[in-house]
Nanobody, 119 residues
């Protein structure tokens, strides 16, 4: 199995910045991509950003220009640097990894970390 643990969430004022981290652990797996998704109260889960091993990134329109995703392949860790935060960014942020374990390639999820943007 693949375990993902997020960290770095918390309370930040509008216009502030926050960096989320997610580390993958386990044995015998190969990660192809990692990413961040979020779910606000009363809303469905939505993609924020993804990054593949080669470095190609994909951002939601709401994240472009404000958020930066990066990855340390050697440590199987993904980061999300968030700037110019606004209350609409308030959500639980979930880490995702698309990984192969044995012959099966699946999506794995972390437990989520709360980000609250409020004055």
């Amino acid at each position: 199995q693949v375990q993902l643990v997020e960290s770095g969430g918390g309370l930040v004022q509008p216009g502030g910045s926050l960096r989320l981290s997610c580390a993958a652990s386990g044995r015998g797996f190969t990660i192809y991509s990692m990413g961040w998704y979020r779910q606000a109260p009363g809303k469905t889960r939505e993609l924020v950003a993804t990054i593949v091993t080669g470095g190609t990134t994909n951002y939601a329109d709401s994240a472009k220009g404000r958020f930066t995703i990066s990855r340390d392949n050697a440590k199987n860790t993904v980061y999300l640097q968030m700037s110019s935060l606004n209350p609409e960014d308030t959500a639980i942020y979930f880490c995702n990894a698309n990984a192969r374990l044995g012959y099966l390639r699946n999506d794995y999820w972390g437990q989520g970390t709360q980000v609250t943007v409020s004055s």
